[in-house]
């Protein structure tokens, strides 16, 4: 058996050998009988939870289930052992044959070990859409790589993936953009803007330096045209031209991070071409729209609360604590109106999942929107949320960037460390815990240093491979029979299933731990043969064994640059 998601393979074998046990089980049943790698190796290869699930259905004990099963998977070529363990649990041991029956089903399909089957379905990720109003900063980073390693991970477990940026332009915030571009004009004419200045309400909201080159350009393009004329005659032309550049820094700063879009949609083309309405006719077609007042909000006294009827959705017939208002007092749109019609249109698009990666100050945001999408449709909606991230250099915060001002931007950082360990430490912990992104560490060539300790064991391998024979994928691998090797065996093989299992939950931060695993488990075993020459990898006596090994490093090799595709890093050749 050469198939290459071996838990898959022996889920099989279980689900055969069960139904022979206890035949006419519900389908519902069956789904949830799972194998998996077990926590200890001392109690085998894999574990298998088949018993304690189908017992209470089957009427039986599950103590006893569990030793009907290990009786017949022991019979069965591909197992070594089975032992029936805890309240109804069957460990299973692979036997070794099928163990080393694996590489070379890992060095033909080389970096494309552990690539789903296709037509799974049609997913959308949407992340960064970040307002177009400057640079990006770090805050947008963990997002950006975030959502972009689940994209890549999605298209590894064999989905067809749309990465997709939603621009926020329809907003106050532009016209505050505008705005600010247009003191950078004047200043680029040589005209004082403070009489300008006075008139804006609230003053000006972006002050960053970053809008110096947009004032300028105007000013090259349009001249003194719109000098101290009134708002009206420039406003919409000067909004879509800052827009504009804006989204070219936007673009430029995700592509220093290795990022690419699909698809970039416009809030305000959606507005402005009628989508709130046709996106929200879906909902009054099933009279999920109606005219009411809500309750006076949580900590507010009747005196303070004026009820007004407006239009709302039935949220709380989704899951949501409130009906949620799609309509202002003036008959404008909400925010949140916008927004159920951008995601009918991702419906309308086709895509059967979505996955929104959002800030987690947006978490209250959740629950609506995920009713929203219930009541459009079948699809699933996953939102993944962020914790902002603390950048950290010498024990102090690092310093704010002299183009924005206010903030460090994303392009400082990847200037600071370069683009791979950004998206490798930003992956190494789970997207919603809090994260100090130290810039020291981020450098050191030690173990602490993840993204040092994982490219290391690449260009370890690396090494071997360029002073190696040429790789046989037909080697003869018996000989691989130390701990050490062993046990980095049962890691690669674990690959498929970890990227199934992470695109599931929506994990790639599984992927860079999988990978520091990985790595460990190399480590020492080229540890293991500087201590005991008998397991060094190249020996010009034992051609056998050295094929064998030369083998086992090509396939760790290929593995870790499969998990660095996914995570959007290179890989490195040697360690310099």
Not at 90 to 97: D, F, K, R, S, Y
Not at 484 to 503: C, D, F, G, K, N
Not at 514 to 528: G, K, R, S, V
Not at 538 to 544: G, H, N, S, T
């Amino acid at each position: 058996m050469l198939e290459e998601n071996l838990f898959a393979a022996l889920r099989g074998i279980v689900l055969a050998e069960f139904a022979a046990l206890v035949p006419g089980l519900a389908p519902e049943v069956l789904a949830r009988i799972e194998v998996t790698p077990t926590k200890d190796t001392a109690h085998g290869d894999m574990a298998c939870n088949a018993a304690m699930i189908a017992a209470k259905p089957a009427g039986k004990n599950p103590r006893a289930l569990a030793a009907a099963l290990v009786e017949r998977l022991a019979a069965r070529p591909e197992i070594a052992r089975a032992e029936a363990a805890g309240p109804g649990f069957v460990n299973l041991t692979l036997a070794p044959e099928l163990l080393l029956a694996q590489l070379p089903v890992i060095l033909k399909a080389g970096e494309a070990y552990g690539q789903g089957g296709a037509g799974r379905g049609k997913v959308n990720v949407e992340y960064v859409s970040a307002n177009p109003t400057g640079p990006l900063h770090v805050g947008h980073c963990r997002g950006a790589v975030v959502g972009d390693a689940l994209a890549n991970l999605l298209k590894k477990a064999g989905y067809e993936v749309c990465k997709e940026f939603y621009i926020n332009d329809a907003g106050a915030q532009v016209i505050a953009l505008a705005r600010s571009a247009y003191v950078r004009y004047l200043e680029a004419l040589k005209l004082s803007p403070e009489a300008y200045i006075e008139t804006v309400p609230g003053g000006l909201q972006y002050g960053g330096a970053y809008l110096i080159a947009v004032g300028e350009a105007l000013a090259r393009q349009y001249g003194d045209a719109f000098a101290e004329t009134p708002e009206e005659n420039w406003l919409p032309l000067v909004r879509d031209f800052a827009v504009a550049r804006m989204l070219d820094l936007i673009k430029e700063d995700l592509a220093a991070l290795g990022v690419a879009h699909d698809v970039f949609s416009s809030e305000r083309a959606l507005v402005e071409g009628g989508g709130v309405a046709r996106g929200l006719q879906g909902l009054r077609d099933k009279g999920l729209i109606y005219r009411g007042i809500l309750e006076p909000p949580k900590g507010k006294t009747p005196d303070d609360w004026e009820p007004r009827e407006q239009e709302l959705f039935k949220a709380t017939e989704f899951g949501d604590d409130v009906d949620r208002p799609i309509a202002k007092s003036d008959g404008s749109y909400t925010y949140f109106a916008n927004d159920i019609a951008y995601h009918a249109d991702k419906v309308a698009r086709g895509f059967s999942a979505m996955i929104d990666v959002w800030g987690a100050d947006h978490g209250g945001y959740v629950k609506r929107m995920q009713a929203a999408v219930k009541a459009l449709s079948g699809a699933r909606l996953d939102i993944v949320l962020c914790q902002i991230v603390r950048v950290m250099k010498d024990g102090q915060p690092f310093r704010m960037s002299k183009r924005a001002g206010t903030f460090v931007e994303l392009r400082d950082l990847i200037d600071e460390i370069g683009a791979d360990a950004v998206r490798f430490l930003i992956l190494m912990r789970k997207s919603d815990a809090q994260m100090d992104f130290d810039l020291n560490a981020a450098v050191a060539q030690t173990r602490d240093n993840p993204v040092f300790y994982v490219q290391y064991a690449h260009a370890r391998c690396r090494s071997v491979l360029r002073a190696a024979p040429a790789v046989d994928a037909g080697a003869d691998v018996s000989s691989l029979a130390a701990p050490e090797e062993q046990a980095l065996i049962r890691r690669l093989i674990t690959w498929p299933r970890l990227v199934e299992q992470a695109a599931e939950s929506r994990e790639p931060h599984r992927i860079a731990f999988f990978l520091y695993d990985l790595a460990a488990d190399f480590h020492a075993l080229w540890n293991a043969g500087r201590d005991n020459a008998a397991l060094r990898f190249l020996q010009e006596d034992k051609p056998r064994e050295t094929a064998a090994r030369v083998a086992l490093v090509a396939a760790t090799a290929a593995v870790l640059r499969s998990g660095f595709a996914v995570l959007g890093v290179t890989p490195v050749e040697e360690m310099r």
